[in-house]
DNA sequence: GCCAGATAAGTTGTGCACAATTGAATTGTG
DNA sequence: CACAATTCAATTGTGCACAACTTATCTGGC
């Protein structure tokens, strides 16, 4: 095996070991509030626009998560008081996903759990956004790609 | 509310998707030899070293799995005749994991598996190896404030 | 207005990840 | 030597991810 073709599967799985550490840091931190990752995820989705309440569709677009993850994921949501779900006047197959005055009132406590989580990657500013564009990069031209 | 909430602008996201776009490319390439990427990875371990047949611990340590992970991963591997598992005769406690003849085989199969995978991510050798570096650093970082 | 095709969300089944626990084997200490 | 503490792998239970399928609803062409 050529030293190029270690390199590469040596990137792959540093993106796989990273994301994996990363969840770790997570973990802890969230799990005061009740929350996996991929909840706070969702979570974030619906903070960052408070009006409109996005469909199913909508949040795993933004996520790249499908109804069969998401499903589940917004029953526990809902079952833990943070998220309402009701189905679309207009259409009656969608459902709007919205936040309950508890999901809303999350917010504000889960403020500072980003600033923890930067510190324990141990990189400065200019690395993380370095860092981010560089995994957007990855991601975009793989999802391009794919739609070929 | 900060920036930092802004889910665009999140690192932890971005290798969240970043590693998630990755396995959707080794899916249906692993597919075709019967693998799953976690799966795959264990093989890469036990083709590194081909004369000693590491323990359960010992991939657990490389690939930072615990046995709950590994243990029904190692059943399926060895349901489909690539790996063997038998306890060590000098400690009954430990497992040790081998390559069948077919799971020696199988690593000229999957020979240009990585090369198909760089070229997918659309990054060049340089940038490739400043993301490993960083992701590395960033792994290693969390790992060693996890350990005090 | 009817209906074939589409779209949306949910369900089922498989395979990770990981916490917590179990049970067997070994080691350290008195 | 005895035996408590440790180590190792496996098991159990929860929660993603994702493929494949199901059911309900909607849309466009006629």
Redesign the interface.
């Known amino acids: ?1 050529t030293d ?2 270690v ?20 973990r802890p931190i969230l799990e005061e509030f009740g929350l996996t ?1 991929p909840q706070y ?1 969702v979570l ?2 619906l ?2 626009r408070p009006d409109d309440a996005p469909t199913v569709s909508e949040l795993g677009a ?1 996520l ?1 998560l499908d109804s069969g993850t998401l499903s589940p994921l917004l029953k526990r949501l809902e079952g833990a008081g943070l998220v309402v779900r009701r189905r679309s006047a207009r259409d009656e197959r969608r459902v709007e996903v919205g936040l309950t005055e508890q999901g809303r009132a999350l ?1 504000q406590q889960v ?1 500072e759990v ?2 923890q ?2 510190r ?4 400065g500013t200019a ?2 956004i ?3 564009d ?6 975009d ?3 391009r ?2 739609e070929q």
């Open positions: 095996m190029d073709l390199l590469r599967r040596q990137v792959c799985f540093a993106l796989y070991a990273a994301s994996r550490a990363l969840t770790d840091v997570y990752y995820l974030l989705v903070w960052e933004d790249r917010r403020d980003p600033m989580i930067a324990a990657t141990g990189l690395d993380l370095a860092l981010r560089t995994l957007t990069r990855v991601t031209t793989i999802h790609q794919k």
